[in-house]
């Protein structure tokens, strides 16, 4: 084994430097992303921040790497289950040279052989903070450039500025240091949003706003806020969509589209379709636009350096998943925009983009006054969003009954469908 040269100190990232704007821009490079269908369990469990592995159902034998039969037994009764993340790290090196040209371009890789506590042993990237063989490790499943699974080794104890690691700023997506647009700041989850983004180190927001004539206290809030810009967006208008890309697209680090439509109502409850209209105008033809205008200059940036472009976010509802009826237009609307959002994600994967796709529950607002709690709070909300994107998630699912509809999706969707219905 090669010993380790002392690693230099790493600089706080609110004191990243930005690109040198006389020197071109290299194209984005990401990991390779084939992956067998097995593989992708791990890029699943990594998407919601869970160390899940494969467990015989016969045997009970975890499994690592993914397999189609168990290692001990051969059944094919092979399921995803969470995972003890802890191990011991038995050997380590360092991998100087490549034959991929994102590896080549990021040697030398530190990787270690870790026995995992729940029983197999895998090789893994390494912290810079880890201690050297023998040492006890934390394991994450974290998701790379390319939106697979890369198994990650972490200290036991936190360090400090453990998060300006290489490693960690690659896999994930903070806001600390990095410009966000916020499609809609007039609204108590976009004032929520930005407030949360600022106090995590944003270095600047731009705070959208449609119909300037209509009066906000939350807008005239984050007016006064240091560190936040407000900016005309109409996501309606292609106009306003596209004067906005042209002056600030070329900036962005991250996108959070909270532009968002809502009227609760069954079918039944309303005649004609001008709410639907503008529902479907707002929450998906507005993300079209967003897409259609923003996603060029974030595919350019995605490799400039270590404050490039990183994310888009997208606020959706868990009823995309399956309708609600007492809001049924409002959720097929969502349920488009999650459709978008996939295209949208397919179309960013190879820049290395992360697309996190939000489905909260009822929010404590207006439109949901008469909705039973429990509802989710929009700072809440906010919290979830900023907690994503420092852990580099792809699906968020905030508050209990985000999880719960979720859960109950996953185990039986038509049941779901009744039980919504009811």
């Not at 168990?70 to 003890?84: K, M, T």
């Not at 903070?129 to 490790?137: K, Q, T, W, Y």
């Not at 916020?182 to 949360?196: H, Q, Y």
């Not at 992360?354 to 949901?368: M, Q």
Request: aromatic share 4%; hydrophobic share 45%.
């Amino acid at each position: 084994m090669n010993a380790l040269p002392p690693q230099p100190p790493r600089a706080p990232s609110s004191r990243l430097k930005r690109r040198n704007p006389l020197v071109a821009l290299k194209p984005p490079l990401v990991p390779p992303f084939a992956r067998s269908r097995a593989a992708q369990g791990l890029t699943a469990a990594a998407a919601l921040g869970v160390f899940a592995l494969q467990r015989c159902e016969k045997c009970g034998a975890a499994q690592y790497p993914p397999r189609d039969a168990c290692v001990q037994c051969l059944s094919p009764r092979l399921r995803w289950r969470p995972a003890e993340g802890t191990g011991e790290l038995l050997s380590e090196t360092l991998i100087r040279h490549g034959q991929e040209l994102y590896f080549r371009e990021r040697a030398p890789w530190r990787v270690g052989l870790v026995r995992l506590d729940c029983g197999p042993s895998a090789i893994v990237a390494l912290h810079g903070d880890c201690a050297p063989a023998p040492s006890r490790l934390r394991l994450r499943l974290a998701l790379d450039k390319s939106g697979q699974a890369l198994m990650i080794a972490l200290p036991e104890k936190d360090t400090p500025d453990m998060a300006e690691d290489p490693l960690v700023r690659e896999t994930t997506c903070a806001p600390r240091a990095r410009k966000v647009l916020v499609t809609d700041a007039k609204t108590k989850v976009g004032r929520a949003m930005v407030e949360a983004l600022v106090a995590a180190g944003a270095d600047l927001v731009w705070a959208g706003y449609a119909a300037p004539w209509k009066p906000s206290p939350h807008l005239e809030a984050l007016g006064a806020l240091e560190g936040v810009s407000l900016v005309p967006l109409d996501v309606t208008d292609e106009s306003s969509v596209r004067e906005l890309a042209g002056s600030i697209g070329g900036k962005v680090d991250i996108l959070v589209n909270t532009a968002e439509y809502h009227r609760p109502g069954s079918i039944a409850s309303r005649g004609g379709v001008a709410t639907a209209r503008t529902e479907m105008e707002v929450n998906y033809f507005g993300l079209l636009r967003l897409s259609q205008s923003f996603m060029a200059a974030l595919k350019a940036r995605a490799a400039d350096g270590p404050a490039s472009a990183t994310a888009w976010v997208n606020i959706l509802s868990v009823h995309a998943l399956s309708n609600d009826p007492a809001h049924g237009t409002f959720s097929a609307s969502k349920a488009a925009a999650f459709s978008l959002a996939q295209a949208l994600r397919a179309d960013l994967q190879a820049s290395g983009i992360r697309v996190i796709n939000v489905f909260p529950g009822s929010i404590d607002d207006e439109w949901n006054a008469r909705v039973a709690p429990p509802k989710l709070s929009p700072a809440a909300l906010a919290k979830a969003v900023v907690e994503a994107l420092e852990r580099g998630l792809e699906d968020v699912y905030p508050g209990e009954v985000a999880k719960d509809v979720m859960a109950r999706f996953l185990e039986n969707p038509k049941a779901l469908e009744r039980e919504l219905a009811g």
